[in-house]
T-cell receptor
Framework: NAGVMQNPRHLVRRRGQEARLRCSPMKGHSHVYWYRQLPEEGLKFMVYLQKENIIDESGMPKERFSAEFPKEGPSILRIQQVVRGDSAAYFC???????????????FGEGSWLTVV | AQTVTQSQPEMSVQEAETVTLSCTYDTSENNYYLFWYKQPPSRQMILVIRQEAYKQQNATENRFSVNFQKAAKSFSLKISDSQLGDTAMYFCAFMKTGANNLFFGTGTRLTVIP
């Protein structure tokens, strides 16, 4: 049973370019989350999506960042016009559902490491 | 707002010994979940153990166990018979029941010494 799959694992972008990070949730999971980890810090919630819907984007920066989870295909986190401060690890996670007897357990992917030069 | 505090930035333990990592949290919620995640040098986030706040019994997973003190809002992780593969960052995390995001502490870097 494949886990949460993220790609690319490592991405280098020049300032001003766009970064696209992809995430396929675990089989059977319909809820996707994106978290960001800055160096030497814990993970910070960015956005929570279900298929074709953004449920909670309270942790997303207001500009340049967007996320989607289309009906078909992986979830995409898109960062436009990247700046050095965007350099971080971006983790995708998935769960079966919230508020279920499974207890909201969230499983993480291996992360995508963005470096802006 | 929920906050999670890990007051030990770094810890070390001899192989085969036992170590306890501390975590406290602040919330006004009564129903929630607590988690410990491990992040080894590969940097993958791996779920170690989970605790439901409504359960009084402490969760246990093989060599990993927790000491959950709800009144004190404390959730420590005990690792018994430490192994070299336990070397990692350990993050404590909180989630309100029915919510959709985890709040993480800043982590404790554990080194197991051979």
């Amino acid at each position: 049973n494949a886990g949460v799959m993220q790609n690319p694992r490592h991405l280098v972008r020049r300032r001003g370019q766009e970064a696209r990070l992809r995430c396929s949730p675990m089989k059977g999971h319909s809820h996707v989350y994106w978290y960001r980890q800055l160096p030497e810090e814990g993970l910070k919630f960015m956005v929570y999506l279900q298929k074709e819907n953004i449920i909670d984007e309270s942790g997303m920066p207001k500009e340049r960042f967007s996320a989607e989870f289309p009906k078909e295909g992986p979830s995409i986190l898109r960062i436009q016009q990247v700046v050095r401060g965007d350099s971080a690890a971006y983790f995708c996670a998935s769960s079966i559902a919230t508020g279920t007897s499974s207890g909201n357990t969230i499983y993480f992917g291996e992360g995508s490491w963005l470096t802006v030069v | 707002a929920q906050t999670v505090t890990q007051s030990q930035p770094e810890m070390s333990v001899q192989e085969a010994e036992t170590v306890t990592l501390s975590c406290t949290y602040d919330t006004s919620e009564n129903n929630y979940y607590l988690f410990w995640y491990k992040q080894p040098p590969s940097r993958q986030m791996i779920l170690v153990i989970r605790q439901e706040a409504y359960k009084q019994q402490n969760a246990t997973e093989n060599r990993f166990s927790v000491n959950f003190q709800k009144a004190a809002k404390s959730f420590s992780l005990k690792i018994s018979d430490s192994q070299l593969g336990d070397t990692a960052m350990y993050f404590c995390a909180f989630m309100k029941t029915g919510a959709n995001n985890l709040f993480f502490g800043t982590g404790t870097r554990l080194t197991v010494i051979p």
